[in-house]
């Protein structure tokens, strides 16, 4: 059986969200830091105000809450959640997670409003009890999570920003086992690599790799500048044997020919063909996001594409890409409001006929969980009317 306090369970996830760092990619134990900013943000809480209409007093996590819901339920402005949580540090120890089973009170003091894990005025943290199963699973797994998985995963996967040279010099595909011109999963590929990096067998030497194909350039909407080329995902490779060089004799003479490497494809989302290119498989790593504004001004942060074929306009739950990354200090988790520009008309009112521009005007709401040096993805968790190629993105503040 595993026993956990409430308050160690909720103070989990407070310090990961107060440090505006992933829940589940933390290490064990919290940092001095974490624990100074978890410090501070119990010690503030939010102003009464700040809450949701109808934020109950105490709620039972549920299975298939996201963390994003649970910061709708309680607050008018979601972003602000870190600052509302509230936690007893002398119980914590590994604070990371929230669980379903656990109990979350609401309380007021002076105007202000935490979230904590025990009740008012108890003494002791409540216990969760996790019965016994006949399969084993982390704790983690059971975690809730920020964001509905399913719109989110396969594109951790997908999509790759890179700069022209890197997918440029990366190995290729150059043929198929019985000249098949196209290839999918549990099929034979065959592969080179550069001049100066051949696709080779050895210690430390990736054998796994991603397939990408047509990288487009994706360019900012202000600027016209390319911000980097995104590759389209097509699947994955194996590989079994290292390219060489095979020597022979031919009326009389030496001859040396290159022999590409030998990969079995392993996952297709596309059939694959000569000319695509491998890039090394990255260790899979476990994400939560926790929704906060950005502590950094933005400037022309605009939409630069939809996902999706012949995608037009984005709605809820699509994502999109924008043209600022982490080198402008965009975050995994940040929270960004869209903008709709206000369109330009001709006022009739006036008997001049002047031409003017209506006021930008909040159109929704979404969250960063991918991040480039320059690129970044957000998926769109509210919206009033379609996103747009060019629509402008500032802080929710």
Do not use: C
């Amino acid at each position: 059986m595993r026993t956990m306090t409430r308050g160690a369970a909720v103070a989990l996830a407070a310090a990961a969200l107060a440090s505006g760092l992933p829940a589940q990619a933390q290490s064990f134990p919290i940092t001095p830091a974490q624990r100074a900013t978890a410090q501070q943000v119990a010690q503030a809480g939010v102003p009464v105000a700040e809450l949701a209409p109808d934020a109950p007093e105490r709620y039972v996590v549920q299975r298939g809450d996201t963390l994003w819901a649970l910061s709708g339920l309680y607050l008018r402005r979601p972003w602000r959640w870190p600052e509302l949580w509230g936690l007893n540090l002398e119980q914590v120890r590994n604070p990371h997670l929230i669980y379903p089973g656990q109990t979350l009170y609401l309380e007021r003091v002076d105007g202000m409003a935490r979230l904590r894990g025990t009740a008012p005025g108890a003494t002791e943290p409540e216990t969760v009890r996790i019965s016994p199963r006949t399969r084993s699973e982390s704790l983690s797994s059971s975690a809730i999570p920020a964001l509905r998985p399913q719109f989110i995963e396969p594109f951790l996967d997908e999509p790759l920003v890179v700069e022209a040279p890197t997918l440029a010099s990366a190995p290729r595909l150059v043929g198929t086992f019985g000249d098949h011109v196209m290839v999918a999963r549990g099929d034979r590929a065959y592969a080179l690599g550069p001049a100066t990096q051949p696709l080779e067998l050895g210690p430390g030497l990736p054998r796994d790799f991603r397939v990408f194909r047509d990288a487009v350039p994706l360019k900012d909407p202000a600027t016209g500048e390319i911000l980097g080329y995104e590759a389209q995902y097509v699947g994955r490779a194996r590989l079994l044997k290292g390219q060489s060089v095979q020597t022979s004799l031919e009326k009389g003479q030496e001859l040396s020919e290159i022999v590409p490497a030998s990969l079995d494809i392993t996952a297709s989302k596309e059939e694959m063909r000569a000319g695509d290119r491998l890039l090394p498989e990255p260790p899979r790593q476990l994400t939560s996001y926790s929704p906060r504004a950005p502590q950094v001004p933005l400037e022309n942060a605009r939409v630069v594409s939809i996902h999706g074929s012949a995608v037009a306009l984005a709605a809820q739950n699509q994502i999109v890409s924008l043209n600022k990354g982490a080198r402008d200090g965009i975050e995994v988790g940040h929270v960004l409001a869209i903008l709709t520009e206000g369109e330009r008309v001709v006022d009739a009112t006036d008997g001049q006929r002047t031409r003017i521009k209506l006021p930008d005007e909040r159109n929704g709401l979404l969250m960063v969980f991918r991040t480039f040096d320059r690129v970044s993805y957000g998926l769109i968790l509210q919206i009033r009317t379609g996103v747009k190629v060019g629509d402008r993105l500032v802080s929710p503040q």
